[in-house]
DNA sequence: GCGTTGACCGAACGACCGTGCTATTTTAGA
DNA sequence: TCTAAAATAGCACGGTCGTTCGGTCAACGC
């Protein structure tokens, strides 16, 4: 790997964690070139232009994504383990050190929904994917009878997300220290609903 | 009422409806100049900051929530009647014609969560007013029998924050047409969940 | 009806944005 | 070690942003 590799792996690593703060399109050049000690042009170079690096960032934050939420999920039990993994893991993204700003696809996601353009198609269709992941994992629960066989499982996957939609909103614009705990709680309720009946 | 106050509510007005599809931020003078076909700086003129523009946009757009969606629930019966209309007044919000580009609110809470600034202590005040309205509905619909006693009505207003963030996000961002049918079933489930046992 | 006040415009400013161009430095292979 | 190529820096451009200032025009009380 040359050395031009490195340094965009780097500038690609902040550009994620910059954008979770302030947005990909909140993302500046110059901003992120000053973070990484580096020229405005000479980080320019490396994309060429600020729709490629926004699209090679979101590309990056969806790498992460899998990297720390889903594959760890999939070597759960089939069914409510995996389940609560996919959930749990779900929780502690936005934690993890390089997405101090929360979670990336959450503030993209408020920003691009006027947007024409490559990058909210990316987005979108990666959101989509996750949802289609979430609701292959319910679907699984079904048949391994953990949920009842009539459970609507894109409906989990919509109330899922609406919980966690609240979680980001609740502790980060509102700073609410029980964010996490209610999310939990809420959690709890939505496995209760979709169990079999007795 | 001089003529200075018309134009300024005339501005603060497409403000709201503008701001709801850019962002508080994503405001431009310029932009909302062109707009109502003024010049930059007699727009201007009416405030005298962006800072204040984005303050009397954000109490303009809590103004015509309230209007729209607290004052003409009040008027339903206390208990689960005003929480259905609570529900159905905010899942309607978003569609009137001043606003054609979603809540102005949740499209100004992602954008603000890691600022620092009256606007965003603004933002922060309101929406906690308006979780406070929905617990108090809450805590009605439990003192007349329509939620259990123990029920946790902060828990149940963020659950119902949560509905309504995915209801906008699938709607706005994904483009979903379910995204309203699954608010609604949404809301039934979490309604039942806190109703009475038996 | 006149004069004062307030509303509005045009132009310009400094700052920052994305984006090219050219030069310089650094890397990596023979 | 020398060289060709790759990586980075410096600089400047056109554009847009918020903001300021001086001038113009219409509104409105006496």
Redesign the pocket.
């Known amino acids: 790997?040359?050395?031009?590799?490195?340094?965009?792996q780097q500038?690609l690593d902040h550009a994620v964690a910059l954008a979770s703060k302030v947005g990909l399109d909140g993302?500046?050049?110059?901003?992120?070139?000053?973070d990484?000690?580096?020229?405005?042009?000479?980080?320019?170079?490396?994309?060429?232009?600020?729709?490629?690096?926004q699209l090679k960032t979101l590309e990056e934050g969806a790498a992460k994504f899998i990297e720390t939420v889903v594959k760890p999920a999939i070597k759960a039990p089939r069914g409510e383990p995996r389940l609560r993994a996919l959930f749990e893991n779900w929780c502690q993204w936005p934690k993890q050190s390089s997405l101090q700003g929360g979670c990336l696809f959450v503030q993209a996601a408020a920003e691009f929904d006027d947007f024409v353009g490559p990058v909210k198609d990316r987005l979108v269709a990666l959101q989509k994917d996750w949802l289609d992941v979430l609701v292959g994992a319910a679907r699984i629960a079904v048949n391994e009878g953990y949920f009842k066989t009539d459970a609507d499982v894109e409906q989990y996957a919509y109330e899922l997300y609406g919980i966690m939609l609240m979680y980001h909103h609740s502790a980060r614009l509102l700073g609410d220290p029980k964010a996490e705990q209610r999310a939990r709680i809420a959690f709890e309720a939505l496995l209760n609903s979709y169990r079999p009946d007795q």
Chains 1, 2 share one sequence.
């Not at 790997?1 to 965009?8: D, Q």
């Not at 990484?36 to 690096?53: D, I, N, T, V």
């Open positions: 790997m040359g050395k031009g590799e490195i340094t965009r500038i993302l500046t050049i110059g901003g992120l070139a000053d990484l000690k580096m020229s405005k042009s000479g980080l320019y170079a490396h994309f060429q232009s600020k729709e490629a690096l």
